[in-house]
């Protein structure tokens, strides 16, 4: 760690408008640490007795993103977006299903392969190094820390593996990273549950900066905290990231804490980007339908006074079967034809409706846009029809349909096929993934 | 503008806990009124001794570990005017007011749903314990049908039926009348649940809480503890668990039924932002005790007592600097044999060897605005004054 990048100033990100390229190497960049390209994590959903695939559960869904030197990046969204699973992908804790992770190092003699191989595939000494620069802290310090172990083998673990120290030189090393979180020598010899909440993040934050890497991955580290003990630890990791240059990648669903940390962030919902951006233009003017929801939902965001906080209607869509088009379309307010609407949305938005769907038989899908309905007898049918163009849909949605036609006992409705809604790039350094324009 | 008749008065009510280390006092005397459809906030951080003060309400603190609880809980009952301590009552009575009069809803919806009953037998439950004569109603027994078909639904209605009477309901000719009653059921459930705007309710009651969102378990929760139109709610820490957008949604929601059936509700939470918005007076606690109460933009706007203001300086806002927020320094006091004193003395910028010595009780700095600090109500003559021990301007917005 050179001293220029100690004093690199934390909150002076100025993103430009680059386009995310597959290609790590074209951002030219010599600010970046970190490039996520395209990055896709599925799980497999496994069925019956012999286990067969059935699905994928599409956890992170092609996301892309810089992570600058010396500065924060807050990643925010709901439980299920994909943002956890996206931490432990750069920090090399799953292997992603596409795409990649590139760690950049500027010092000019990196090991091979460090910058145009992805994390996952580096071998031998790059490999070290990715896995000495990249630490994670996770957010329940109570599973997080061996509860068998004591601080001083918890702390000085990565020492012990990397052959850093042993013996009475180890113990000194420990000493020193406690002493830097707020802990001394006296808390050696203890086990974890001998501590407060607040006082095992500290100790996972020690064993974080063991190696002095140059980026933590930091998952929720304050959400299992009291504000006064978040407070502590929020000084804490700025401290130490002024100190050290520190780069920190920081996970959370609390939009004050992201608001105070971080000088970027990338809004994610069902495993894609919504929205990135400067922390404060974010705020100041949130582009995405999503974005504004969230801030409007949070009592320590949302207008002072006595403004009401309003939620969002609807579940979370099934993210083994995302929507089509833009993946927030089915709980949007401001949802447009263009939003791609569907034949699920249909059986999603009409199903609470008593009866709607009682003498269904059958939906024959010629595409996601295109099927029919068949039911047992025709007035469902044409209920059906009649709904569509009813007000138990949103008018979006009948705007949306190119045709429906009752045949007997079968609806055959077809939708406007538009393709998938991508990241944009709008003004200052944002991107937005809405088909509205500003 | 809500009527200011109290529901609830606590008075120094305290709980404390048999430890092998000796008596943990969590709860030190507290003492506070809950007025007739307000929201009163119980603020404070993990152990403050919040969630015991509320459970204690219902007899929920189980004893041993605790000790006898001392102090009373006055509970006036709105319909029939009369007053009960709620620490005094024997279990039967007690199980009439839990979950009748004064309902509860907690933390996490996946552990207090039971995983074992469908949406329809968990609160079916509600119904047959605390409103079977409207059930008996529904399913046409009246309350002068007294032949045996009669006694026996009455009792399937109360759940109590025994074995040879579940095999009598389940023959031919009292199926139909067991089938009526499995009906008038229904009904009281689902007009429950379609009060917490759950789409459709009747698609979920056969449904277990596993198969349900976060967000709906929650709304299942509040459709029980409302289902008997309670005079008093409890709420302990109802949106924690779940994300902000559905936070917002059950707040909403449990403001608009407050509003519809005038019921009390007292909010615990330890998200003071959320608790500004939402509730009428706002309680803080500290270590066992209650150190500041008073209307929640009062407390806010001009918080009186050091450790209110050190929360509030907790939190980051736009105003705070990165690296810059005011950490109360220290941590929680043990509560096993405190020292006598104000508990918040170690932590306390402020604090004087009179604090040492001496428990400062709540008094009041404005009206409604009460306050445990010797820096706003000196006692015996003291030269202490509030302006000069801590300033007005210590917070700002």
Sequence with gaps: MTASQASEPAGAATPATREMADDPDTTGDEDVLLSVRNVAKHFPIREGVMQRVTGQVRAVDGVSFDLRRGTTLGLVGESGCGKTTLGRVVAGLETPTSGGVYLHDSTGHSPAGLGSVSIDRLQGRAARYFRRNCQMVFQDSFS???????????????????????????????????????????????????????????????????????????????SALDVSVQAQILNLLHRLQTERGLTYLFITHDLAVVRHMASEIVVMYLGRVAEAGPTEALFADPIHPYTRALLRSSPDVAGAGDATMQGLEGNVPDPARPPMGCRFHTRCEVATPACGWEIDDVINRLEDVPGMFDELVGVERRSRFDADLVFDDDTSAHRLADALEGAEVPVSMTAAIETVSVRERAVSIRFREVPEVTLTVRGGGRRAACVLED | MRGHDTVISVQDLKVHFQAKAGVVEAVDGVSFDVREG??????????????????????????????????????????????????????????????????????????????????????????????????????????????????????????????????????????????????????????????????????????????????????????????????????????????????????????????????????????????????????????????????????????????????????????????????????????????????????CPHASDMCRADDPSLGAVAPDHAVSCFGYHPIGGSELTAPSVIGEDGHSE
Excluded at chain 1, 176 to 181: F, G, K, W
Excluded at chain 2, 101 to 121: H, S, Y
């Design chain 2, 38 to 347: 307000e929201t009163l906030g119980l603020v404070g951080e993990t152990g403050c001794g919040k969630s015991v003060t509320a459970r204690s309400f219902l007899g929920l603190v189980p004893s041993p570990p605790a000790l006898p609880p001392q102090g009373s809980i006055r509970f006036r009952h709105r319909g029939e005017g009369s007053v009960v301590d709620l620490l005094r009552l024997d279990a039967a009575d007690m199980g009439r007011i839990r979950g009748n009069q004064i309902a509860m809803i907690f933390q996490d919806p996946g552990k207090a749903l039971n995983p074992a009953l469908t949406v329809r037998d968990q609160l079916g439950e509600v119904f047959a314990i605390h409103r079977s004569a409207e059930v008996l109603e529904g399913a046409g027994v009246g309350p002068d049908d007294h032949d045996f078909a009669d006694h026996l639904i009455r009792r399937a209605a109360r759940l109590r039926s025994r074995l040879l009477e579940r095999l009598l309901l389940a023959l031919p000719p009292w199926r139909s009348r067991r089938a009526n009653l499995h009906a008038a059921t229904d009904d009281l459930v689902v007009k429950a649940l379609a009060e917490t705007q759950i789409p459709n309710p009747a698609n979920i009651l056969g449904r277990y809480p596993h198969e349900l969102s976060g967000g709906m378990k929650q709304r299942v929760m509040i459709a029980q503890a409302l289902a008997c139109n309670p005079d008093v709610l409890i709420a302990d820490e109802p949106t924690t668990a779940l994300d902000v957008t559905v936070q917002a949604r059950i707040v909403q929601l449990i403001a608009d039924l407050q509003d519809r059936h005038d019921t009390s509700v007292l909010y615990i939470s330890h998200d003071l932002s959320l608790v500004r918005r939402i509730c009428d007076r706002i309680a803080v606690m500290y270590a066992g005790r209650i150190v500041e109460i008073g209307p929640a933009e009062e407390v806010f706007n001009h918080p009186k007592h050091p450790y209110t203001r050190g929360l509030l300086a907790a939190i980051p806002s736009m105003a705070s600097e990165k690296g810059e927020l005011e950490a109360i320094e220290g941590t929680v006091p043990e509560l096993i044999d405190p020292d006598p004193g104000c508990r918040f003395v170690d932590r």
């Design chain 1, 144 to 222: 997080s820390l061996n509860p068998r172990h004591l601080v001083r083998d918890i702390v000085g673990r990565p020492l012990k593996v990397h052959k850093e120290a042993s013996g009475t030189e180890l113990t000194e090393r420990v000493v020193e990273l406690l002493e830097q979180v707020g802990l001394g020598r006296q808390h050696l010899y203890r086990f974890p549950h001998q501590f407060s909440g607040g006082q095992r993040q500290r100790i996972s934050i020690a064993r974080a900066l063991a190696l002095d890497p140059e980026m933590i991955v930091l998952d929720e580290p304050t």
